[in-house]
């Protein structure tokens, strides 16, 4: 089975540009979260959603947005890059939100750089 | 949502067990522990979690104390493979969100 899929593998933009990654989920799942992880630190919470809806949003600017689509798959969109953009973004899949217990399954990242 | 305490790094023999200690005093009654960990430029990889009782699974064992304001996480036999960063997360109780909230966790060096 194929795990949760992430493209582009890897961007390099400048900064004010835009950009799009791209998240397909397990099959079966969907809920969608996505997270920034920058070089030495743990990941950081950008979004949730859940059956195409806004479930949580972390401490990040307006330039951050993201949507789900009806076969789950997800997007984030970052507006007016900024070099401190350049990250790690991950995107991660559960089945569904249930009170406690709920595993998440991370793809592999698409690792964006900004200059 | 609680936070957590791992030390920065540890070192472990290959084949030993390796121990990873994690305090969280200020978890609340219905908040789970998780345990993740990420290979070097991989996604973080789910490894156990559990509320109250010990729990074990085919990756490793997850032992909560009494009052669950600690927990450790058992690899009983060590391979060059776990050399990783270790995460332990509390939260994800339910609600509208189950999002994790990752500190900088340990990073166990596994030494053959």
């Known amino acids: 089975d194929a795990g949760v899929t992430q493209s582009p593998t890897h961007l390099i933009k400048t900064r004010g540009q835009h950009v799009t990654l791209r998240c397909s989920p397990i099959?079966?799942?969907?809920?969608v979260s996505w997270y920034q992880q920058v070089l030495g630190q743990g990941p950081q919470f950008i979004f949730q959603?859940?059956?195409?809806?806004?479930?949580g949003r972390g401490n990040f600017p307006d330039r951050f947005s993201a949507r789900q689509f009806p076969n789950y798959s997800s997007e984030l969109n970052v507006n007016a890059l900024l070099l401190g953009d350049s990250a790690l973004y991950l995107c991660a899949s559960s089945f569904v939100l249930r009170t406690g217990g709920n595993e998440q399954f991370f793809g592999p990242g698409t690792r964006l750089t900004v200059l | 949502d609680a936070k957590t305490t791992q030390p920065t790094s540890m070192d472990c023999a290959e084949g030993r067990a390796a121990n990873l200690p994690c305090n969280h005093s200020?978890?609340?009654?219905?908040?789970?522990v998780y345990w993740y960990r990420q290979i070097h430029s991989q996604g973080p990889q789910y490894i156990i979690h559990?509320?109250?009782n010990n729990e074990t699974n085919e990756m490793a064992s997850l032992i909560i104390t009494e009052d669950r304001k600690s927990s450790t996480l058992i690899l009983p036999h060590a391979t060059l493979r776990d050399t990783a960063v270790y995460y332990c997360i509390v939260g994800g109780y339910g609600g509208a969100t189950n999002k994790l909230i990752f500190g900088t966790g340990t990073l166990l060096a596994v030494q053959p």
């Open positions: 959603y859940y059956e195409k809806e806004e479930r």
């Open positions: 200020t978890i609340s009654g219905n908040e789970y």
């Open positions: 099959s079966g799942h969907k809920s």
């Open positions: 559990g509320l109250k």
